[in-house]
């Protein structure tokens, strides 16, 4: 698995603080319940592409503040290579005519009717006449879960004040060696209701299916304390079965 190519366009998971219901945001040990389920953009990609079989984290993230695990990911290292992909990007955009808004200038809060906000945060915003793109920059592997990212952006931006306002967008993705065009067409029936199911499932009340394997509970940030089911051992090899 890709470490680098975990981290979300929107600042890494966790760090974030969105409102607590009025306890503390800082007891060591213990978690503390979002005033309102909370999601980022790129924790329903991951879950949209089927990337992730544990939705009990994604869940979790949601509903609470904890104190995480600390990641092996090397934030610093990821963060001078997705800037420097970005200003290249932005300035590729810029000689060819576009207004470039990029990163902060692209945030956006959805807030449903059910109190489940959805957030996110676009690398970059390129406008030209009639043509409306968002994009994002990779610096790792392109995953599946990549495209839904942006199928997302360009779902929610036309909602948003702000430059797309109203607009039909075209998305992209920005690797180190090669750019994905997504065209607008691909923002259908199907990927709404997607969307949809998914921020319900995620941002609902009711737990999402907790699937605890090392596959994944290594990568994960939630410690056992908040997970007793977490796995921190790998697979025991297992001899002497007669089998072949
Ligand atoms: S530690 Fe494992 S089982 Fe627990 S939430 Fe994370 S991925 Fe799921």
New binding site residues.
């Given amino acids: 698995m890709n470490r680098e190519n975990t981290r979300p366009a929107e600042p890494v998971e966790g760090t974030e603080s969105p409102p607590s219901n009025g306890r503390p945001l800082h007891n060591p040990g213990s978690s503390v319940e979002r005033a309102n389920p909370f999601l980022w953009v790129s924790w329903l990609s991951k879950i949209m592409a089927g990337e992730k079989q ?1 939705e ?2 994604s869940w ?1 993230r949601s509903h609470y503040i904890w104190e995480k695990v600390p990641s092996g990911l090397d934030l610093a290292k990821w963060t001078a290579g997705h800037t420097q992909l970005l200003h290249a990007r932005r300035a590729a955009l810029e000689a060819d005519g576009f207004t470039v808004y990029a990163e902060d200038q692209n945030s956006f809060k959805l807030m449903g009717e059910t109190g489940i906000e959805v957030s996110g945060k676009p690398d970059i915003v390129a406008i030209r006449g009639t043509e409306a793109y968002v994009e994002d920059c990779k610096t790792g592997t392109p995953r599946h879960s990549d495209h839904f990212q942006v199928l997302v952006y360009m779902l929610a931006l036309p909602h948003v004040d702000g430059p797309c306002k109203g607009r039909k967008l075209d998305g992209r993705l920005i690797y180190a060696s090669t750019i994905v065009d997504i065209p607008s067409s691909k923002i259908d029936a199907d990927l709404r209701e997607l969307f949809r199911k998914t921020v319900l499932a995620i941002g609902g009340p009711e737990p999402a299916r ?4 090392w596959g ?2 290594r990568y ?1 940030d ?1 410690s ?1 304390t ?2 007793p ?3 921190d051992a790998e697979t025991r090899v297992t001899g002497n079965h007669g089998l072949f």
């Fill in positions: 544990c009990w984290a979790f907790k699937v605890a394997s994944e509970c994960c939630i056992q908040d997970c089911e977490r796995i």
